[in-house]
Structures are given as C-alpha cells and as structure tokens.
C-alpha cells in the first residue's frame, strides 16, 4: 500500500511538471508566432503613423499633467506656461510651444490617435492569433498522446 501511494505520487508530479512544461513551451511558441504574424501584417501601417507627433502629443499630455499637479520646481508658476519642443515627421516643428496649442491641434491629435490605435490593434491581433496557436498545439499534442498511448497499449 506504502509502496502503491509512493508510485502514485511521484507519477502525479511528474504529470504535472510535464503539463507545466508543455504549458509554458506552447504558450512562448504560439506568443512568438502571433507577434512575427502580426508584425508582417501591420507592417504597412507602420509607414503610415507619425510616430513623432504622437510623442510630442503624450509628451505634451504628461507635461501638462506635471504643470497642472503642481510638480514642476518652478517657484512661480501661476505665471507660467507648461511649454514643449513639438516635433513632427518633417523634424522640428515648433520651440518652446505652449503644451495647449500642442494638446488641440489637430495634427497631433490624429497622429496619437492613430499610432494608439495601431498598438491596440496590434496587441489584440497578437493575443488573438497566440490563443489560436494555444488550441491548435494543445489540440495536436492531445491527438498524438493518444495515439501514442494506444499504440503503446498493442505492445501487449
């Protein structure tokens, strides 16, 4: 009885282990494959987004955040104006603009809009393709556990 708990035991953690391991190895392969996947499809998008304005617009949002919370080691700043360096695709766009003028001008707007977008789109086309991955291998190894188990089973 000792002898049979003991058996029982060591094959439950050893299952386990294994089905942590398969775990882990399906979910970094299908993770890998869904980001190459989605990187070679939204590759054409990526020419199209300015990255550049949309820095400047959520450098300009955080600028502003700072401003308004008082975290800026100005001692009188009431009497100034959160400014920035505001860049676009073409280089500098402006010096020292007011963060204002920067967070409703529609240039900047768009363009952060679009690149944020763009991630999420992409984060979810990622996890998207990694879950169908998941399935897919799960479901492959399923079969081929059983098919090896029933040919291990004719050995007699």
Not at 15 to 24: E, G
Not at 57 to 84: G, P, R
Not at 87 to 99: C, H, Q
Not at 122 to 146: A, N
Request: one cysteine or more; charged letters at 15%; hydrophobic letters at 45%.
């Amino acid at each position: 009885m000792f002898e049979n708990s003991v058996r029982g035991g060591q094959i439950f953690w050893h299952q386990l282990t294994m089905f942590k391991q398969i775990l882990f190895r399906s979910f970094a392969i299908s993770f890998l494959i869904g980001i190459i996947v989605t990187l070679f499809a939204a590759s054409p998008q990526f020419t199209e987004c300015d990255f550049h304005s949309a820095l400047t617009f959520k450098k300009a949002e955080v600028t502003q955040w700072l401003h308004t919370n008082k975290l800026v080691l100005h001692q009188d700043i009431k009497s100034t104006f959160a400014t920035i360096d505001a860049y676009d695709a073409k280089g500098l766009y402006a010096k020292n603009i007011r963060v204002h003028t920067i967070l409703n001008h529609g240039k900047f707007k768009a363009a952060h809009s679009k690149v944020q977008n763009l991630i999420i789109s992409m984060v979810s086309s990622t996890l998207g393709i990694s879950g169908l991955g998941m399935v897919i291998i799960f479901s492959c190894w399923s079969i081929f556990g059983r098919k090896a188990g029933e040919y291990i089973a004719s050995w007699g």
